[in-house]
T-cell receptor, first 111, second 113 residues
Framework: DTGVSQNPRHKITKRGQNVTFRCDPI?????LYWYRQTLGQGPEFLTY????????KSRLLSDRFSAERPKGSFSTLEIQRTEQGDSAMYLC?????????FGEGSRLTVL | TQLLEQSPQFLSIQEGENLTVYCNSS?????LQWYRQEPGEGPVLLVT?????EVKKLKRLTFQFGDARKDSSLHITAAQTGDTGLYLC?????????????FGKGTHLIIQP
């Protein structure tokens, strides 16, 4: 499978716990994006990497959110001290300067 | 913040009917993309339009980019139940940009048999 891969697909956690999502982009894509999508809404941009550099992170929702792409390949999105309002689908997308290709998303439910 | 407004928000029609959904903004975009998303899945790209006035056809789907590159429409002819889904438009800046794409809230389309 050469598409964007995300895991886990589903995560249920208790409020206050930390969660981490992983994204493996299409191998030749140098750009990687994280979006959040809540029910009934379109995807909301969170952050963006070009290779290993995080070029935009001001749209991360709070300082509890952080993302890394240490070797310019896969990326992780971590949410610390989760809150019920963090429940959403977290989408990763990659591109080579043009069209974005999305993964299937990681759905987070915070109880 | 560049906003994209999509209308209608919800649309339910019978199989075989035609429909048009709209994507409007007060801002100019260098490109505009349409995606289709099914429940529990990520968005899948349908088309990208980049030139004002551009029209692209994908089988029964016709996409148009406004002359001023601020709006777009998606027309579906003879809708089928398989067309059911969330249709998202997304505007892009030149060169991709650090902001990625700005998405609308989508049109939820249901095609009834």
């Amino acid at each position: 499978d050469t598409g964007v891969s995300q895991n886990p697909r589903h995560k249920i956690t208790k409020r206050g716990q930390n969660v981490t999502f992983r994204c493996d982009p299409i191998s030749e894509h140098n750009r990687l994006y994280w979006y959040r999508q809540t029910l009934g809404q379109g995807p909301e941009f969170l952050t963006y990497f070009q290779n290993e550099a995080q070029l935009e992170k001001s749209r991360l929702l709070s300082d509890r959110f952080s993302a890394e792409r240490p070797k310019g390949s896969f990326s992780t999105l971590e949410i610390q001290r989760t809150e019920q309002g963090d429940s959403a689908m977290y989408l990763c997308a990659s591109s080579f300067g043009g069209e974005l290709f999305f993964g299937e998303g990681s759905r987070l439910t915070v109880l | 913040t560049q906003l994209l407004e999509q209308s209608p928000q919800f649309l339910s029609i019978q199989e075989g009917e035609n429909l048009t959904v709209y994507c409007n903004s007060s801002s100019v975009f260098s490109s505009l993309q349409w995606y289709r998303q099914e429940p529990g899945e990520g968005p899948v790209l349908l088309v990208t339009v980049v030139t004002g006035g551009e029209v692209k056809k994908l089988k029964r789907l016709t996409f148009q980019f406004g002359d001023a590159r601020k709006d777009s429409s998606l027309h579906i002819t003879a809708a089928q139940t398989g067309d059911t889904g969330l249709y998202l438009c997304a505007g892009g800046r030149s060169g991709g940009g650090a902001d990625g794409l700005t998405f609308g809230k989508g049109t939820h389309l249901i095609i009834q048999p």
